[in-house]
């Protein structure tokens, strides 16, 4: 060992101890003939003082940033204590040192307001992970493995490794591929999850599954999605949604106990998929704040039990008129917005990601009298009724947008999103989780007119809808009136676990029947020929006993930076990938040699 | 739920309970009107009374094998009591039941003797997981994972996932490659080990860092290999090798703790390469029993250190006179092998895999005559003298083998593992650790007439060795005379962990100089423009203030196989891949979409 203790261990107890210290060179600072030296690890920092005797010594082996240095010293007490690190108390005399390694100089300082931009601290990601902001992440990501970890076995979950090199059966995502060189012609994929194995273990009868696991995505990468990224993968035997729903509830209570310190002890909010996207305009609503959308006009086909109140908006005024829906939502205390601050939110929602052509505004002064930029077509009475549907106050300002169901709901939605996070609803140290049930079962492809998964094809229906699709034909007739299908109704069991408006968790009881398996993919567009070339072990495990199952899996990248309170999940993984899929550190991809061509038996063909 | 209890958990106190139980139909006995059947579950196995009431309901509703019964009833006490099982004292007088899932008949017996072959099961290897033999396994492995991430734990190790989709470096073990669609014409490799990324978290200062990871090699498969498997890597700074040592051969004994109820106090033994090679033949000896091999014979330069004793071997016997090497192993109480007897050992050796011309026996008669098979070359004496030098008792059997070095030490090591295991020496239920240490840090390769890394190109020299590796130049000048080349004599601060035989875990310190390491890459016949391109990170990490640091890994799979008691790390796995590199239950590898191809802009180049 090159050290007694570490660089976080010393306190005033250790006075006059002799110790060995190895470390980082933090800081280096002369004062007259002593020089003090500030030493780093993982697990602290301490004050170093060289005296005079050292000098000579020191000049002859000058310390800079980043050197790696190992020392010999007497543990003083402090003459200036520094209340702000656990060994503020003491400082270590130095009687002797040896430089074990140098440092250039590094390209950005090793801080937590450093001043190397992304590009240069992904390329020095050695150095950037040297940062303590960093540092906290990483060591954050281990409790909560960690805690899940001692959650599940307390459970009675068995971590049982799924194999990654697996067959292609591309289903929505790419898969990675890997050319196989023992059979040429053929290529493994990269599992997108384990999803069939475990499924496969559950009729094994493995009853409580787990895995912290890889998985791969060959997706164009948008702001925050990795190609490599990391699930909290489970699966139960014999469970209904309800059981799974309490076990994993528990699971993230127990996490935030033990990572954050923070007692959850609230019991988890549960919402259907369409009061979410009713009151919210998305199925992953952020709960920490209320502003609900007031839905003035819908599409009757969409929320099919809600009541028409369009006539609290019947006018002249051609914008609200043939918009297919209408929503409204009441801002708190923002009558007094300007015509600049107005403005500048039309200029917001007009952004390509937003796409509105506009929007109207109600305030709602503080003396009772509503003024509108709707004004010529609506009656004060009308202001008012509408405010009053909108659970308005004075002194609110009520945001109206209007256009294609569709695009208005999620402008609304992320109108709501951003009002929050201005008036600052939406804290990172505040947390509230959600459930969010009775998803359709299945999405429209217009394209190919069929049915999609929304979820995936391992997901069961209700098991009041489980007759309905046993039988009905799946094929969709006539195109126009898809909606009038009986598959367009069919809810899922399955359910997904949003913190802080984030799906952080998802998942479903599993069809374990094969005759409903097969008219699942069947819905899908798989015929018999392709349902036995991709999933045939999986029909045919379903012969042999496969029990009633269901199981769910946590985004750990994405539960660790909530946690952590960052908005990017790369800030939780120690060797991240840019946009583009690169590890820029490494270098990575690159070039093959022509032997692993001529191995592998492929070859380009780069357009 | 679909159960109150598992069927694992009732005993004589929950009589009179009335209960729910799911699981799976292991047996079904009739007698007259009432049936008995063993419901099976992960947990154990109940036994379900179907009284005379139920025969109707049986009889429209027949139960076979493996289906998949939800049953209520009543928990009775049992007129036979079944010791044998945890739940042998009461069985459940069935009130209600239903069949969740049919089941074909499976195609092999779901038995601890089944009467699948290896095929078979592999292809149902979902079925094959249910047989207790399996599931027996895969809890141990879930064991011992868990006893080494406690242990780790509590000893400051972080787990830190390093990625999955790095950069090929083909050295030794050929890489799987990933073509990447972002960036067509490159690949992404896969990780054979997390080794230059645990390098780089140690640069980092993250100090202690494990992780039980998935790792690749595309490698022809020998019977016991897979192409992904599992390793505990582990990394540590500041260390040296005796820290290692201490820390590590501490969490196997804790695993044999947890995981076998072994006090394992012994020390653990240590042994120089050098001593391994003169004494049991090979790198990782099986020391659960001596038979340790007497050198009568063998090339000055192999063991400089050895006193030559072949004038106890001069004679006529041109055998001996002609080989580079003979060696003897005496073999207790065996000198009344028949002819027929010792005739078996020479067909054995003569196999291929050992590839000797023969063997000579010396029979230390327990008369205290000695009897050979070289009788005509050697008087009594000499055979006396001879077997005084073997340590051989009266009553042992001693075997001589004689030709080229490598051979007859790899023959007679395999010979002494061979009659240990013929004579019960070697136990299941006996474990023997021991570290072997000071490897050579290098090899010499004859086709490229330069040197190979024995361990890997990380691994630095004993630290009396660094300046012998700096000051010479690495070529061979002369390939004849390459003994005499200073690096043939350097040693490797590296260490292999052997239990019962077999190599469970190996590692060193490693190189934390830039100057040490791009020596250690031109050694290896790498120029400077290949050492930027595949290492350049690593050679760019060292320039930042390195720590010194070391690590180890160990074979997950094959520690568990060991653990289990089986020769066969396939068992251990839940989804291994046969020796083709096939999943033949999912059959993957397989051909893939010609949109895929035209995605990732390659092709096929079949011969």
Redesign the interface.
């Known amino acids: 060992?090159?050290?007694t203790h570490?660089c976080g261990e010393l306190r005033i107890n250790h006075i006059n101890q002799e110790v060995t210290l190895?470390?980082?060179?933090q800081t280096i600072r002369k004062f007259g003939s002593i020089t003090f030296v500030d030493l780093?690890?993982?697990?602290g920092i301490t004050q170093l003082l060289f005296g005079e005797d050292l000098n000579t010594q020191l000049e002859n082996n000058p310390l800079g940033r980043?050197?790696?240095l190992q020392v010999k010293g007497i543990v003083a007490e402090r003459s200036n204590k520094n209340k702000n690190i656990a060994t503020g108390e003491i400082e270590i005399n130095i009687q002797s040192f040896q430089i074990?390694?140098?440092?250039?100089v590094?390209p950005f300082t090793i801080q937590d307001d450093t001043d190397g931009g992304d590009d240069l601290r992904m390329k020095?990601?050695?150095?950037d992970?040297?940062r303590n902001a960093v540092?906290k992440n990483?060591?954050l990501?281990?409790a909560v493995?960690?805690s899940v970890?001692n959650y599940l076995?307390e459970k009675g979950f068995?971590?049982?490794?799924?194999?990654?090199?697996?067959?292609?059966t591309?289903e929505g995502a790419?898969?990675?591929?890997?050319?196989?060189?023992?059979?040429?012609?053929?290529?493994?994929?990269?599992p997108q999850s384990p999803q069939?194995?475990k499924q496969?273990?559950m009729?094994?009868?493995?009853?409580?599954y787990f895995q912290i696991v890889?998985c791969?995505r060959?997706e164009?990468?948008r702001a925050d999605r990795q190609?490599?990224f990391?699930q909290i993968d489970c699966e139960m035997?014999?469970?209904?949604q309800e059981?799974i729903l309490q076990m994993f509830e528990s699971m993230i209570k127990q996490v935030f106990k033990d990572v954050k310190n923070i007692d959850y002890t609230d019991s988890v909010e549960r919402m259907t998929w369409q009061e979410a996207m009713w009151n919210f305009g998305n199925d992953k609503p952020d709960i920490r704040f209320g502003m609900k959308l007031t839905n003035l006009k819908f599409p009757a086909h969409t929320f099919p039990t809600k009541k028409d109140i369009s006539s609290l908006i019947a006018s002249d005024f051609a914008v609200f008129n043939d918009a297919e829906t209408v929503v409204a939502i009441a801002v708190p205390g923002c009558s007094e917005y300007s015509r600049k601050q107005t403005n500048e939110l039309v200029e917001w929602a007009k952004r390509p990601q937003i796409g509105m052509k506009g929007l109207a505004f109600i305030k709602c002064n503080t003396d009772g009298t509503y003024k509108s930029t709707i004004d010529k077509f609506f009656t004060e009475e009308q202001l008012k009724a509408i405010a009053q549907t909108c659970n308005a106050q004075t002194g609110d300002l009520i945001i109206l947008v209007a256009g294609p169901e569709e695009r208005t709901r999620k402008a609304t939605s992320e109108l709501r999103l951003e009002m929050g996070k201005r008036l600052g609803f939406r804290k990172d140290d505040e947390f509230k989780l959600l459930w969010v049930l009775d998803f359709p079962l299945f999405e429209y492809a217009e394209e190919d007119n069929r049915w999609v998964a929304r979820h995936h094809p391992f997901t069961a229906p209700k098991p009041s809808d489980i007759d309905i699709m046993i039988n009905n034909n799946p094929v969709i007739e006539n195109p126009a009136e898809y909606l009038k299908h009986p598959y367009a109704n069919i809810k899922a069991n399955a359910y997904d676990m949003v913190l802080n408006g984030n799906e952080i968790g998802g998942g479903s009881i599993r069809i374990?029947?094969k005759e409903l398996q097969q008219k699942m993919f069947a819905a899908l567009g798989m015929d018999a020929e392709e349902q036995q070339h991709k999933f045939?072990?999986l029909l045919?495990?379903?012969?042999?006993?496969?029990?009633?199952h269901g199981g769910i899996a946590f985004g750990f990248d994405r539960l660790c930076s909530i946690l952590g309170g960052s908005e990017s999940i790369r800030d939780f993984?120690?060797?991240p990938?840019n946009n583009?899929?690169?590890?820029v550190?490494?270098?990575?991809?690159?070039?093959?040699?022509a032997k692993?061509?001529d191995?592998?038996?492929?070859?380009?063909?780069?357009?």
Chains 1, 2 share one sequence.
């Open positions: 060992m090159f050290r570490t190895a470390g980082w060179v780093r690890d993982r697990y980043e050197f790696v074990l390694n140098k440092s250039a590094p020095y990601r050695f150095l992970l040297r540092k990483l060591e990501r281990y493995n960690r970890r076995h068995m971590d049982i490794e799924t194999p990654f090199l697996i067959k292609s591309p790419r898969d990675f591929v890997v050319p196989s060189r023992m059979n040429p012609g053929q290529f493994y994929a990269l069939t194995f496969l273990l009729v094994s009868g493995y009853d409580r890889k791969f060959d164009d990468l190609p490599e990391t035997c014999f469970v209904e059981d374990y029947q045939g072990f045919g495990a379903f012969e042999y006993g496969a029990p009633p993984i120690a060797f990938k583009s899929g690169r590890d550190m490494i270098d990575a991809p690159s070039e093959i040699d692993q061509f191995e592998l038996q492929i070859k380009l063909n780069l357009k």
